[in-house]
Structure formats: structure tokens, C-alpha cells
């Protein structure tokens, strides 16, 4: 009843864009499904009941679709959120007003403090529904905590680099069920913009030690375990597919050619996965990211001066002959990493460049 009861809800929300799903969880599974409409992308935002209240792990990105969701629940508690998307926080104040508290990690917080309102505007541009600005969470959540909600047993994982910078996945050891965020894909292609294949795999690693039984993506259909696995599949495939392409003296921009054959890859061994449309940003960011990971091309050795005759001039009986010319070296591609630097990150989304420049892989200061 309250499944149908909340797809009601979504679809009155947003005429019908946005549903629940239902998802397979072991029993005792405590953890439910709300599914966000397109212009959300349709991100998944998740809750959890407990004797204290209900625990809402991420929040729509308009405000009245988050009062109303909001409304909806019983004795909303607390709020967490997972990453700095507007899909994540958008209506976080909608949400949390007036007396619910929101928290997060202090990189992802960080982010929202310095970059949010960026990242909402152009959606704010097209839907006043969407805010311009948001109060960050509160970045409670420095180190992996284990918490106690009620008669609820709550791990909370602050996590690196993958999708986003950094994120917050949580774990219910009771009933084995990881709300992943981001870092895992149900169903459907993974977000690559930042070209973190390799270090985004590391993420996976820390979720499988875990053990889960029940997995809910930030992006997708909710399933078991299997997900992290398929996840980590993708990943590694899509690595190697591009690396295919990449070689010492390439272009520094991806060629048109290249790409077609990269997507044409992508598709034909994934063909089930939804979100296609995110290979036009993730393979050339992929690519950058893996040409600028090659080391420099060793240098021609110098022409000899000296004794060594002129360029066109017979040697002398007896004298070595003269070394050829060599030819200009061709310029080492400039250093691009896989995370985003302070603001060019999301000038790059906004301005939809075929690079991707940063500074170090990591915790930032700054985004």
C-alpha cells in the first residue's frame, strides 16, 4: 500500500515523469524508492523508517516536489546527502524546513558551498521550481562513523573520487543494504565526464568489502550485489576500450573517428544500458585523462657541432659522415588529470569542452 501510495505521489508530482520502482531487497529490507523525473535525470533519492523518525538519503532537485515528498512521510528525522548534483540537494531546504537536520562529508558540503549555485542555475534558468541557491548540509561526517538511529544500526562511508569528487554512501549491516549513490549504476552507462575509470574502481573495491545483499544506485534499478560487480565490468571495458586509441604522439583532442568507434564499442557490448548520452562527455575525458597519464616521448638527440660539415657540403676523405638533421620533436600533450580543479569543472560541464583539466587526484581544498 504505501509503494502505490507514494507512485501516486510521484507521478501528481511531476505529471507522470516520476515514479517509484520496485526493487528486489532481502527480507527484512527496510529501505525504499523514490525515483525522480527526466529533467532530474531521473536520479533515485531513498528513506528508511526508524524508531526515531525517517532517515532521506538525498532529496529531489525542485522544492515544492520535496515538500511534498516531504509530507508524505512519517516524522521525517534526519537528512543526508550522498554528492554535490543538484539531483542530490536541490530541494534540500524545501526538504529540511524547518527543523530537520541535513549532513553530508565536509568535501561534499565544500563543494555546495562553493560550486551550488552554479550548478543550479542553468536548471534554475529553465524551472523556477529548481532554487538558485542552497545552504549546504552540515559536513558532519569526517571518517567512516557507525551510528545508531532509533533501534537502526547506520554505517556512514565517506567516500573519494568516482562520479563525483567525493560522496557519502551508507550501509545497514542488519539487512546487508548499501544505498551507493553515484558510485554505482543500475541498468545503465556510468558517468564518466571526469575520465576516473582507474580510480573510480577503487571506490568499488571499498563497497564490496561490505558484503552487501542489496544495492540502491544513485542512477538505475536497485539490485544485489552483482551490481558493484557489473559496475566494476563497465568500468575496466571502458578503460580498455579507449586506452585502444591512445598512444604516444596522438592528437591532443580525440578524432571524430576515433570516438564514433569508441561509442560504437560501447554499444554494441552493452546493449541493454540506458543513459547512452553520457559516452559524447565521458569518452573524450577518458581519453584526455589516458593521454596525458603517457610519458613524454624521449627526445631526438642533438645535431653535433664542432667539426661536423655543414648541411650540404661533401665530407672530407677519411671523416665520419655528417648526422642527419634531426627532425622537431612533437610537444608532450599538456598534463590533464582525472579531477576537477576549483570552478573549471563545472565551467567545463557548462560550456561542454572536450577536456578535462585539474589539479590532483584526491581530497581538494577547493572545487
Known sequence: MRNHTLALLAATLTGGCATTSKSTTPAGGVV??????GGAGHANCYWFETPAGTVVVDVPMSAPESKKLRNSLVRPYRIYVTAAKPERFGGLDAMRNPDIPAYTTPAVATEIQNHGNARLAPFHAKNDDVPSH???????????????????????????PAE????????????????????????????????????????????????????????????????????????KFFHDTVAEHVKSGAPAKI??????????????????LGRAELLEKSIPAEYTVQLSA????????????????????PATAGSPPAAASPAPSQAAPETVHSTPSSGGADDLLNSGADTVKDTKKGKKKKK
Open 164 to 235: 563525483s569528487e567525493a560522496s557519502l554512501a551508507l550501509f545497514l549491516p542488519k539487512t546487508g543494504e548499501l544505498i551507493a549513490g553515484d558510485v554505482v549504476a543500475g541498468g545503465e552507462h556510468v558517468d564518466l565526464t571526469w575520465g576516473r575509470s582507474v580510480v573510480w574502481q577503487d571506490r568499488i573495491a571499498e563497497l564490496k568489502a561490505l558484503e552487501p545483499k542489496a544495492v540502491y544506485p544513485g542512477h538505475g534499478t536497485p539490485g544485489g550485489p552483482e551490481l558493484l560487480d557489473q559496475t566494476l565490468e563497465y568500468l
Open 134 to 160: 542552497v545552504n549546504p548540509p552540515v559536513p558532519a561526517v569526517e571518517e567512516r562513523t557507525h551510528d545508531m538511529v532509533g533501534e537502526v544500526e547506520l554505517e556512514l562511508l565517506p567516500l573519494g
Open 255 to 272: 578524432a571524430p573517428a576515433d570516438l564514433a568507434d569508441i561509442r560504437k564499442k560501447m554499444l554494441a557490448h552493452y546493449q541493454k
Open 32 to 37: 525504499h524508492q523514490y525515483q525522480q523525473g
Open 294 to 313: 603517457l610519458p613524454p616521448a624521449p627526445a631526438e638527440p642533438a645535431a653535433t657541432t664542432g667539426g661536423a660539415p655543414a648541411a650540404g657540403t
